[in-house]
């Protein structure tokens, strides 16, 4: 079983829809959780962290259930400029590893 | 200067060759990272330096050979690479100690290799 799961998609979505993307981790140890952004051939980009109260920047609401070992992306108002592959990323422990999911891929059409 | 440099941005070598990628950072940071991204998969964490000193290798073949001559610089020394081995290479660096979170986490823009 990999260490964090994500749905690869592709998720085709309009502009204006909203969108959610899921994804699960298997370790317990897991203490820091994130959602990162890469674009086609460009290095990955911190867009969030995820904390279990929930976090809110613009139209991006991330959230994290430890009980579950779940945590969620919420995309409202969904632009063509959103359009990238999103990363679901943990920390186990103290160890600064960044364990990577295998992205979900969002395309917004016009 | 917030940022993560890498050269060469793009790189071809053959199965022979020897050849080198550079990292370098100015902020301070003193973990650094090398992680390998094939096609359409996630980055792998290949090397972690801390304090100049390497603290993590993920089994990673010795036709790879990391270097961290300073807090600033960090090298991968690439010998015998095989085909396979064609992938992006992110060099990364973060506040330490390492697991704090990854607002200290910069990527630089990679190194795109091609082994023919």
């Known amino acids: 079983r990999k260490e964090v799961e994500q749905d690869p998609g592709p998720f085709n979505v309009p502009e204006g829809a909203t969108v959610a993307f899921n994804c699960t981790y298997s370790n317990s140890a897991s203490q820091s959780f994130f959602w990162y952004r890469q674009d086609c051939r460009k290095e990955p980009k911190l867009l969030m962290s995820v904390y279990s109260s929930g976090n809110e920047d613009g139209r991006f609401t991330a959230q994290l259930n430890r009980a579950s070992q779940y945590i969620s992306l919420l995309i409202r108002d969904s632009k063509l400029s959103d359009s990238a592959t999103y990363l679901c990323v943990v920390i186990i422990g103290n160890t600064g590893k960044l364990i990577f999911g295998q992205g979900t891929t969002l395309q917004v059409k016009p | 200067d917030t940022e993560v440099t890498q050269t060469p941005k793009h790189l071809v070598m053959g199965m022979t060759n020897k050849k080198s990628l550079k990292c370098e950072q100015h902020?301070?940071?003193?973990?650094m990272y090398w992680y390998k991204q094939k096609a359409k998969k996630p980055p792998e964490l290949m090397f972690v330096?801390?304090?100049?000193?390497?603290?993590i290798n993920e089994s990673v073949p010795s036709r790879f050979s990391p270097e961290c001559p300073n807090s600033s610089l960090l090298n991968l020394h690439l010998h015998a690479l095989q085909p396979e081995d064609s992938a992006l290479y992110l060099c990364?660096?973060?506040?330490?100690?390492?697991?704090?979170?990854?607002?200290?986490?910069?990527f630089g823009s990679g190194t795109r290799l091609t082994v023919v």
């Open positions: 990364a660096s973060s506040q330490d100690p390492p697991g704090q979170g990854a607002y200290g986490y910069t």
């Open positions: 902020m301070g940071h003193r973990a």
């Open positions: 330096y801390s304090y100049e000193k390497l603290s």
